[in-house]
């Protein structure tokens, strides 16, 4: 899910091939293929997945009958608390924006309509200033959070809600793509994106992954160190159910859609 550079995708692929090495050595014999383009969230209908990551919000709305919770990683970085995460709300330094209510009829960029970090948590946010159901003028959905920045940066957009992990990775990687940029705050926290696995993964493998992630070995842990992961925790579906609230809460304030 954070792919956004060749050197994050190859420090994932590192830690997740330290993570098989552990497996290996406590029996595990099975083939394994590396998915490097999958097609999400579909792709988490297959039951043999082994290991993958996915966003809260569309395991709660349509995945949590085809994947079994793993653990969540815990990150380092501006808006992680433990293994909540919250979203930047971005702006341009110039424009005039100082708080949320100044961005009232301005042009808002969004990565999915699935995505908790760039619509739902948004959505929540704006829902309180929202009058017969609007608040920006437009609504521009990008397919990624880094072409949203770019909007934003271009002036194409005025405002959007960033995964304060991605924001992270981001500034690590293309420090110019965030120039001229400034976080106007913080969504509420909600839990991070879970690895998950397929329903054909045996319960033994099952609590095997999960062991070599609470309990990493040497080689996983200094990958883990190399991606801003501090650590994994086990959460379950009553921890991730925050994120629907937040969808509850914004229903309630008559604000159902991001608009």
Same mark, same amino acid.
């Given at each position: 899910m954070?792919?956004?550079?060749?050197?994050? %995708?190859?420090?994932?692929?590192? !830690?997740?091939?330290?993570?098989?090495?552990?497996?290996?050595?406590?029996?595990?014999?099975?083939?394994?293929?590396? /998915?490097r383009?999958?097609?999400?969230?579909?792709?988490?209908?297959?039951?043999?997945?082994?290991? #993958?990551?996915?966003?809260?919000?569309?395991?709660?709305?349509?995945? %949590?009958?085809?994947?079994?919770?793993?653990?969540?990683?815990?990150?380092?970085?501006?808006?992680?608390?433990?293994?909540?995460?919250?979203?930047?709300?971005?702006?341009?330094?110039?424009?005039?924006?100082?708080?949320?209510?100044?961005?009232?009829?301005?042009?808002?960029?969004?990565?999915?309509?699935?995505?908790?970090?760039?619509?739902?948590?948004?959505? $929540?946010? /704006?829902?309180p200033?929202?009058?017969?159901?609007?608040?920006?003028? $437009?609504?521009? !959905?990008?397919?990624? $959070?880094?072409?949203?920045? #770019?909007? /934003?940066?271009?002036?194409?957009?005025?405002?959007?809600?960033?995964?304060?992990?991605?924001?992270?990775?981001?500034?690590?990687?293309?420090?110019?793509?965030?120039?001229?940029?400034?976080?106007?705050g913080?969504?509420?926290p909600?839990? #991070?994106?879970?690895?998950?696995?397929?329903?054909?993964?045996?319960?033994?493998? $099952?609590?095997?992954?999960?062991?070599?992630?609470?309990?990493?070995?040497?080689?996983?842990?200094?990958?883990?160190?190399?991606?801003?992961?501090?650590?994994?925790?086990?959460?379950?579906?009553?921890?991730?159910?925050?994120?629907?609230?937040?969808?509850?809460?914004?229903?309630?304030?008559?604000?159902?859609?991001?608009?």
């Amino acid at each position: 899910m954070y792919n956004v550079s060749e050197r994050i %995708r190859a420090g994932y692929e590192a !830690w997740f091939k330290a993570l098989l090495a552990e497996l290996r050595a406590g029996g595990f014999t099975d083939p394994v293929e590396l /998915v490097r383009e999958p097609t999400l969230p579909d792709y988490f209908q297959r039951a043999d997945v082994l290991l #993958g990551q996915t966003c809260g919000y569309p395991y709660l709305t349509g995945l %949590r009958n085809h994947v079994r919770l793993v653990a969540t990683p815990a990150y380092d970085f501006p808006g992680c608390i433990g293994t909540d995460y919250a979203s930047a709300i971005v702006v341009r330094a110039d424009s005039g924006i100082a708080t949320l209510e100044d961005a009232r009829g301005r042009i808002a960029a969004a990565n999915d309509i699935d995505s908790n970090s760039g619509m739902n948590a948004l959505r $929540h946010a /704006v829902a309180p200033l929202a009058r017969a159901g609007r608040f920006f003028s $437009h609504v521009c !959905w990008t397919g990624s $959070h880094r072409a949203s920045l #770019g909007l /934003v940066r271009t002036g194409e957009a005025d405002l959007a809600a960033i995964d304060c992990v991605t924001l992270g990775y981001l500034k690590q990687a293309y420090p110019d793509e965030v120039d001229g940029l400034t976080v106007l705050g913080y969504t509420a926290p909600s839990p #991070g994106l879970p690895l998950v696995a397929g329903l054909s993964v045996p319960p033994a493998l $099952h609590r095997q992954l999960q062991t070599a992630l609470l309990a990493p070995g040497v080689a996983v842990q200094a990958h883990m160190g190399a991606l801003s992961i501090r650590h994994f925790d086990l959460l379950d579906d009553v921890s991730y159910a925050r994120i629907l609230s937040l969808e509850t809460q914004a229903l309630a304030a008559g604000y159902p859609h991001l608009a």
